[in-house]
């Protein structure tokens, strides 16, 4: 139910379509060093995927990486009333129904770990997207700035990904860059980002990247 990338570090995959497109998605699930779980992106709560993140230990929080990525956040907070809830500011208006504890922000230490760094990806306002790096892995966390996609089962999958250069490859598509409004505040993102120690990328859609990881971020967006 729950691959290890690491030996703190695990992903689930689901099946995920929206608009036609068969994206796929992915929750990370990081036991930190000082204990307890924390959950970025989660996926559809079923008793299977509950009881395998029981096993690996207690839910301490659940993370919202944009406003886009909010779906079964709910069930999850229900479900574990003492877990914290972190999300971008955004998506208090967008689920004013859903319990936020903590806003996230480039200024914080994400309200929990010195094993994660977080830095939101300036220039894009409608996505308020946070990335996260889990630093006893090397690894990146991304959710939309780009996916990695290397096979689907839909034409239209296959074809648009392919129209954007973002087919086989991690990439941003054609609706990150739509939504850019400051090129810049997203090429210093990129450097900062680019600055940190890692080497595995975890997207949320597509195929993890093992290594070669800042090499292929740095590829993916040369755009800029």
């Known amino acids: 139910m729950l691959r290890p990338l690491s030996e703190d570090l695990f992903i689930k995959d ?5 608009s036609g497109f068969d994206l796929g998605a992915r929750m990370t699930v990081i036991r930190l060093s000082e204990g307890g779980l924390w959950l970025h992106s989660p996926v559809k709560l079923d008793a299977e995927t509950r009881s395998a993140v029981d096993a690996l230990g207690p839910v301490r929080f659940l993370v919202a990486p944009n406003v886009m990525h909010h779906l079964w956040l709910g069930d ?3 479900a574990y009333p003492s877990a914290k809830v972190l999300a971008p500011a955004g998506l208090r208006k967008k689920r004013p129904d859903l319990r936020i504890d903590v806003e996230l922000s480039d200024v914080m230490d994400v309200g929990q770990s010195p ?12 996505f308020e997207e946070f990335v996260f790096l889990h630093r006893p892995s090397r690894t990146l966390l991304l959710t939309d700035v780009a996916f ?3 096979e689907s ?7 648009y990904l392919k ?3 973002a ?4 990439a941003p598509t054609w609706v990150l860059k739509f939504m850019v409004k400051d090129k810049a505040a997203l090429r210093a993102w990129r450097d900062r980002v680019l600055s940190w120690d890692f080497d595995r990328v975890v997207p949320c859609h597509g195929r993890v990247l093992e290594s070669g990881g800042r090499e292929a971020l740095r590829e993916g967006f040369a755009w800029l």
């Open 14 to 18: 689901v099946p995920f379509r929206v």
């Open 76 to 78: 999850w907070a229900a």
């Open 115 to 126: 094993d994660i760094e977080l830095l939101l990806a300036h220039g894009i306002p409608k």
């Open 148 to 150: 990695n996609i290397h």
């Open 153 to 159: 089962s839909s034409w239209l999958t296959r074809n």
């Open 163 to 165: 129209l954007c250069g």
């Open 167 to 170: 087919y086989g490859r991690l």
